[in-house]
T-cell receptor, first 115, second 113 residues
């Protein structure tokens, strides 16, 4: 089944404890992206990647890191999480980028709480 | 600054009725506009995508319109069903500045019996 998977789905952690949220897609998509969704603010793009070893900042990249060493995986790294990073996170992928009209397929989301 | 504004913020309608959701944007230069449906607790799912030259596009009971001159789009839902209850999000892509997206905050639709 074609899908985007994220792990973990739920995570409660404490300030400063490094964490990684994994994202994997099995559709051979070139474009992958991370978003956070907060009440009243909607979805905001954190980072995106057009292909292996190519990543770019979105609108809210501060406090996050990403890597794209393989086409299928695009992990989101929080080196030193803070409470303002408590949010619902979505990973998405598409065969081509949004400018080219690529349809993004979203993962199920990761609900992160930073105490 | 690129912005996408949606209205109304929330809407309650009776099953079987029609409704129209609005999206106004200031994103420039414009590449495309997409409408997503997001069920509670799940990731968004694409409904339609429209480019500059397209005025109308349908997907079943969903019909999107685009007026690139006034920078407005609408999503019309016909004969609503309980399963249409969700958040509807308008997303605009610019041709400039990489592949960044500008999201609206969504319209929360509730369909009642």
């Amino acid at each position: 089944e074609a899908q985007v998977t994220q792990n973990p789905r739920y995570l409660i952690t404490v300030t400063g404890k490094k964490l990684t949220v994994t994202c994997s897609q099995n559709m051979n998509h070139e474009y992958m992206s991370w978003y956070r969704q907060d009440p009243g603010l909607g979805l905001r793009q954190i980072y995106y990647s057009m292909n292996v070893e190519v990543t770019d900042k979105g609108d809210v990249p501060e406090g996050y890191k990403v890597s794209r060493k393989e086409k299928r995986n695009f992990p989101l790294i929080l080196e030193s999480p803070s409470p303002n990073q408590t949010s619902l996170y979505f990973c998405a992928s598409s065969i081509k980028g949004p400018r080219a009209g690529g349809t993004q397929y979203f993962g199920p989301g990761t609900r992160l709480t930073v105490l | 600054k690129n912005q996408v504004e949606q209205s109304p913020q929330s809407l309650i309608i009776l099953e079987g009725k029609n409704c129209t959701l609005q999206c106004n944007y200031t994103v420039s230069p414009f590449s495309n506009l997409r409408w997503y449906k997001q069920d509670t607790g799940r990731g968004p799912v694409s409904l339609t995508i429209m480019t500059f030259s397209e005025n109308t596009k349908s997907n079943g009971r969903y019909t999107a319109t685009l007026d690139a001159d006034t920078k407005q789009s609408s999503l019309h839902i016909t004969a609503s069903q309980l399963s249409d209850s969700a958040s509807y999000i308008c997303v605009v892509t610019s041709t400039g500045g990489g592949n960044k997206l500008t999201f609206g905050t969504g319209t929360q639709l509730k369909v009642e019996l």
